[in-house]
């Protein structure tokens, strides 16, 4: 039986952890600037912590977007808070995105008597959470309607290893808009802007500089690169192992290959200018910044893990090697540096793929279908 009168759109409340650059805040980002407006209204985004660069474009869209003000865990004040928001804005469902979130959430529906239907989408950092953690992921996961995974592997990682019912875990695969390839003049600029040779080859990958990214191993790969063979090699991003990325690049005297620009706004550029992407992840769910280089075609070296093998098979979409093996990945590496046919083929294979399978307008259509599902609505085609 549907909760949502006949006359009127569902409205949707959006609440996250975070609002910073990452994979799940891109997601946020996407669903609630994009949903189809015709069958849904997007009743504001609710930030656990300080507004982020997400918070600010959403504001520009214009998305009310508000925050708790967290710098740690929630407290009853928080719960108290949010359950005000919610009760405010009156939305028939909300949607919780990352751990913490997701147990506010849990709580605020379970203990403040203000009725919505709650999804949940945990992503993949729910693999690394301590034992504490998944007690208290134990003690209120009975409030959430639906899980939404962004992959199988984390689908398959709720329900085997979690416990979770496997009915009320769906999967909608990440999805990103595919854009024009670069022309020849754009590249030729992007490269300029860079300071790169015409002959450099460059490496980039793209991630917040954390254990679970396997920085480390590209830049162990780099140098193990022949002599002759050295390219540029760029890590977008920012977090926790930045000192730790820098030493390892200044021991490894590789000061004048790998670079680490930080957080960029310009990523359109490095890739338009970019050769080879490479994801040295040490696990994965489905990485937004693996599909968008795919759509931009280019070739990808990548670690052999969870949601990355949905999207790529080795030798097709691109090349595959086993987590934490930096010698495998040079290898790899220098296959791709060495046939620019290879890099070509399994570019466009990469495209393909992703125009295929991994469309912004399927990852919309998906959740839209989820939304309506737990609402009780008929679900569209």
């Known amino acids: 039986m549907s909760l949502v009168s006949p006359n009127s759109k569902p409205k949707i ?42 918070a600010q ?4 869209q214009g998305v009310r977007t508000r925050s708790l003000g967290l710098a740690g865990w929630p407290s009853l004040r928080d719960a108290g808070a949010l359950a005000a928001i919610i009760r405010e804005a009156r939305p028939d469902l909300v949607h919780a995105l990352m751990y913490q979130a997701i147990q506010l959430c849990r709580f605020v529906k379970r203990r403040s008597g203000v009725p919505f239907r709650l999804v949940s989408s945990p992503r993949v950092n729910y693999r690394t959470r301590s034992i504490w953690s998944l007690l208290v992921d134990r003690w209120l996961r009975g409030a959430d ?9 984390s689908r398959d990682f709720l329900t085997r290893r979690l416990g979770y019912a496997a009915e009320r875990v769906r999967t909608v695969h990440n999805g990103v808009e595919l854009p024009e390839v670069p022309s020849a003049a754009e590249r030729k600029r992007a490269r300029l802007q860079l300071g790169l040779r015409e002959d450099e080859t460059l490496l980039l990958a793209m991630g917040r500089l954390d254990e679970q990214k396997g920085h480390r191993v590209l830049v162990e790969a780099a140098a193990r690169l022949k002599r002759g063979r050295k390219p540029r090699c760029a890590i977008i991003g920012d977090g926790p192992w930045r000192d730790r990325l820098r030493a390892q690049v200044a021991r490894l005297g590789l000061q004048r290959v790998v670079q680490l620009p930080g957080e960029r706004g310009d990523v359109r550029s490095w890739l338009s200018a970019g050769d080879i992407f490479v994801l040295p992840s040490l696990w994965e769910g489905l990485p937004n910044a693996l599909l968008e280089a795919m759509a931009l075609g280019l070739p990808v070296a990548a670690s052999r893990v969870d949601g990355v093998c949905e999207a790529v098979a080795d030798g097709r979409d691109g090349l595959l ?40 307008t399927a990852m919309l259509s998906g959740h839209e279908n989820a939304y309506q599902q737990v609402l009780g609505l008929p679900q569209s085609r």
Do not use: C, H, N
């Open 13 to 54: 409340l959006f609440v996250s952890t975070s609002t910073t650059i990452g994979g799940a805040e891109k997601t946020l980002f996407t669903l609630a600037t994009r949903l189809d407006p015709g069958r849904f209204a997007v009743a504001g985004v609710v930030s656990l912590k300080a507004p982020g660069r997400y």
């Open 57 to 60: 474009r959403l504001a520009a």
């Open 145 to 153: 309607d639906l899980l939404i995974a962004e992959s199988e592997a």
């Open 321 to 360: 090697v086993p987590p934490g093996d930096p010698a495998a990945l040079a290898q790899a590496l220098a296959s791709l540096m060495d046939d620019a046919g290879l890099r070509l083929r399994l570019g466009r294979a990469a495209r393909a793929r992703v125009a295929g399978d991994f469309t912004l």
